[in-house]
DNA sequence: TATGAATGAGAATTCATTCAT
DNA sequence: CATGAATGAATTCTCATTCAT
């Protein structure tokens, strides 16, 4: 229903924030009314009921996160630099939209109810995004083909979400977006272990 | 309250059960009492309130499973064997305890409410098994130094915890915890990129 | 809360009925509620909780009757004639208003918790028209002036409000309330000794 | 059952307490057996129920407030003597046994539902120990015969209940029982007119 | 469209009472 | 007699949702 309107978006965005200030259980839809200064009733013109405001959220958001994921990752070929690229995105956008990332970590993944019986397309689009570029590599011979694909988007994915978990949940926050992102990027492209041909970046 | 009698552990055991299948909110007390079959007052000789319940299953879950990581990993000396053992041994324990697994990952750590509420130092430990790992295999000189041990604890079990996720919610699993297993280590270890010291498979 | 609405006065006065029949803490909100022909919740949106009906049930009544009985001594000069008027009034009035007067006199009383906690203002100003009478008598010359007023007042009152509670907790009642407060005010003013200058009233 | 057994009296003595304290129904039947170091269990081989435990005690009280009242009047010859008797050995006993007084006053006096399902005779009693005074002082031509007993003993208790109601319910205390006896005496005896036969203060 | 008062189903928790030991 | 763990009925209050205006 009218997702232009006015009201659509501000109630999108009271959610956001009382979502995330209270979680999706323990917030009430006349707080996230009052937040965006319409009545109680009005929300209803414009969705089904509660769960449907979160998971309009989450697709919403998901829409942006993912077009504009998709058109950084386009201007750049190489797949080392693709991988390091999503990672710095991911946990800039974490850090720029904390409670839109609180919500969509913490309320979204909780609730099993939308996990389970909500088929996440928009989720498995932007994953898809990581396994597309493994492939990508594998195919220009820059990435090792021993490792599958659907197995590194979630490693990868995972790693970057456990950081920015932590740094939703915690309020302190030991490492910057920046540092976070460099790491983790390269963790996965060179591993662990010393390797001849990729001495540590800026060192 | 009375841990010795074992109507502790049958509430314990049906309040995994419950939380799993209908996640922690749409949860009824009187459901977990019904399935550890003691009346429903019963529960609140053992537990202050339905929140303690979840916090209580969290930590002695969390006891054993520390106890039992320790135990394995203190066994090894390689640090590299032992982050394929943490990850092997991770990802079996959430294949062999589903509910249990779902329950921590969804109902707990997921939580805004509980994650923010309540110091989890259980959780921390466990963590730092990770880095602790890492942080060996830099002063053996098996790891590279530049990389941090804070972040590379996160990203190790964050890999682990989305496979997991995907386990616990989604209900067909296209790849077995040993070949998961074997597959987030190696990247850890020697990343996406060909390693001529590490040849792939284990040769 | 809206008090403009009939809503609340229909809810004080189901209260009234619901709790003279069965006692604050044996009276169910869903009764009043019932009685009141209103949703369970409505009452919520009129009263914080089950003691703030009982407290504001009796502030709205306590108004009433002090602003009443107020006025009614005012336009009399004899502080003697004021002694009978009050007596005469106070008893009329819980002859009245049976249920009002048994929940005032029962259910307020009986809280501990509401006397204790709850500064009652209005039951205080009550008391004090009679010491005010009292005072004004004394300056008069017409009263004794080795009285205290401060108990003064609070054996006249006691001694109207014990006749009331013999009405309102007994089903029978040997007195009308125009001879019992003939009497109380009798003994109040004249004392059981025979006096000289007041020979008995109607005889 | 038992009454004089040593944990009949321990159980009565509790609930004194605890009734004081709390309201009676705000006490918990265990608070009462925590206090009378005994089990929750055995609290039922001595009293039906919670209520047996409030009328028991009450009735228990009062049977020894009555021969005590009764024996003191015994002793005198002088209806205005027994009078200021009555009124002094009432506020005294409020004054020694603050609980027990509070307890009777608010918690058994006050209620709908003891008083009215059940037969009050001991209390009755009481009460028409001041009608026989009334009753003898008219007799013996000391007290004015137009005052009807049955309500001269309603006004007399109840003008001393309300002294003790205010005593028992606030916490600080303006007049001594003393004081307090003497004018309520004075008043019922010779009113609030001057009387020439009776001037004040004992002289 | 917009409102917000009203609804009423639903659930956590308490606590008097029981009964196996 | 005494215990106290266990029971489960009972009730307040909340809050998503509706609908008359």
């Known amino acids: 229903m009218k997702r232009n ?11 956001v924030k009382v979502f995330a ?11 996230i009314a009052k ?24 697709e919403v958001a998901m829409e942006k996160i993912l077009r504009n994921m998709k058109g950084r990752l386009s201007r750049i ?9 999503f990672a710095a995105v991911h946990l800039e956008l974490v850090e720029k939209s904390k409670d839109l990332a609180e919500v969509i970590q913490v309320e ?3 609730s ?42 979630r490693a990868f994915f995972g790693a970057l979400d456990e950081m920015s978990r932590y740094w939703v949940l915690s309020t302190r926050r030991s490492y ?14 060179t591993g ?4 001849p041909d990729h001495p540590p970046e800026g060192e």
Do not use: C, W
């Open 35 to 58: 937040e965006a200064k319409v009545a109680d009733g009005t929300i209803y013109l414009y969705f089904q009921n509660k769960d449907d405001i979160l998971i309009s959220l989450f």
């Open 112 to 153: 099993s109810k939308f996990m389970k019986e909500y088929r996440n397309d928009k989720f498995i689009d932007y994953l898809n995004l990581i396994a597309d570029i493994v492939r990508e590599g594998q195919a220009k011979g820059v990435f090792r083909k021993d490792i599958v694909p659907g197995i590194a988007k």
């Open 21 to 31: 200030r209270k979680g999706f259980y323990n917030a009430k839809v006349s707080e």
């Open 108 to 110: 979204i993944r909780q």
């Open 77 to 85: 070929e190489d797949p080392i630099k693709k991988i390091e690229l």
């Open 5 to 15: 309107s006015d009201k659509y978006n501000r109630i999108i965005e009271a959610a």
């Open 192 to 195: 662990l272990i010393p390797h």
């Open 176 to 189: 910057s977006p920046q540092i976070a992102a460099e790491q983790i990027s390269r963790i996965f492209v």
